[in-house]
């Protein structure tokens, strides 16, 4: 039997299983330290956890959980932007099965 991974929501602070979660990582030679959405959940480096609502999101946002969470300075202007253009293949990716940081289908 495989036990689920559990993160933290930075965004409501729910403890949940990582399948429930979307993964935030720091964009590759950004030169302000850019957040990024991983829609494959497998770039390398840190990574910090939402869920897949403009909720918890904007709350991230607001609380600067991002530069908590990356422990440094973050450009965290176009998250929410980036969060609504990918929202529908998010709620497609949270539905049909996401991928473990390994890449193989959980």
Sequence with gaps: MKLHQQR????????TSKNELIRWVLKEGAPLRAVSLD????????GTWTHGTQKCVQQAVQRRAFARAFRSA?????????????EDQLAGNQLSGKHDESGSEI
């Design 8 to 15: 933290t929501c930075i965004g409501c602070r729910t403890v």
């Design 39 to 46: 829609q494959q959940g497998s770039a390398s480096g840190r």
């Design 74 to 86: 973050v450009d965290d202007s176009q998250v929410l932007q980036e969060f609504t253009a990918d």
